[in-house]
């Protein structure tokens, strides 16, 4: 069964950090694009960032230089580093790969 588990959000300050977890299930992370997306209160679901198959990373440019998306293909896991978090960073945060979506995990920034 192709399965995702995200976990570690929580509430952080402005300026502070955050580890997103990705835990997968039913296929290998290090053979399919696997990404993080985000869906603020009212707003549509968008890509913060994505790893290829080959290990090229993207990301959206509102997180350039403050996210860090990264796997570990022998656990099987992704994770999305979050340093320098503003209060617009606030969403529900998705892990995707293969066929399937996490659950979801919120991140609140205060200020």
């Known amino acids: 069964q192709v399965q995702l588990v995200e976990s570690g959000g929580g509430l952080v300050q402005s300026g502070g950090s955050l580890r997103l977890s990705c835990a997968a299930s039913?296929?290998?992370?290090?053979?399919?694009?696997m990404s993080w997306y985000r869906q603020g209160p009212g707003e549509e679901r968008e890509l913060v960032a994505i790893?290829?198959?080959?290990?090229?990373?993207e990301y959206a440019d509102s997180v350039k230089g403050r996210f860090t998306i990264s796997r570990d293909n022998a656990k099987n896991t992704m994770s999305l580093q979050m340093n320098s978090l503003k209060p617009e960073d606030t969403a529900v945060y998705y892990c995707k790969g293969f066929t399937a979506w996490g659950q979801g995990t919120q991140v609140t920034v205060s200020s």
């Open positions: 039913g296929f290998s992370v290090s053979t399919y694009s």
């Open positions: 790893i290829f198959s080959e290990g090229r990373t």
